[in-house]
């Protein structure tokens, strides 16, 4: 799993390492340009229920920290979707299947972005 550290919060959120290289380019080609979105995620197996919401923007602190020391390969259509998506009021929501990653060792997971 990776991490995204997000302001002052100290708790990172985990979110698989193939999932957040791609929110890592469209994050970083929006807040370049000044443009904000949100981005949403469910809380992982920790035991804690529900979901978190973020309001990107360029002034906010933003860390991504991943397991693997070699960058993850991209996928050109999951990132026009997620761009596509952080262009909608509803933002950016990430889902991802934590059975079937685990299921998936070293190969790319089975992961959707929903659309808006």
Do not use: N
């Not at 009021?89 to 934590?98: K, T």
């Amino acid at each position: 799993m990776a991490y995204l550290y997000y302001g002052a919060d100290p708790r990172p959120a985990e979110i698989p390492d193939h999932v957040l290289a791609h929110v890592k380019v469209v994050a970083a080609t929006k807040l370049r340009r000044g443009e904000c979105f949100m981005l949403t995620w469910r809380h992982g197996d920790g035991g804690e229920d529900g979901r978190t919401s973020v309001w990107m923007q360029p002034s906010i602190p933003l860390r991504f920290v991943f397991d693997g020391p070699e960058p993850e390969a991209l996928d050109r259509q999951y990132l026009r979707d997620l761009a596509d998506e952080a262009m909608s009021s509803r933002g950016i929501v990430l889902e991802w299947d934590h059975d079937a990653l685990e299921a998936h060792s070293g190969e790319a997971p089975p992961i959707s972005a929903v659309a808006a």
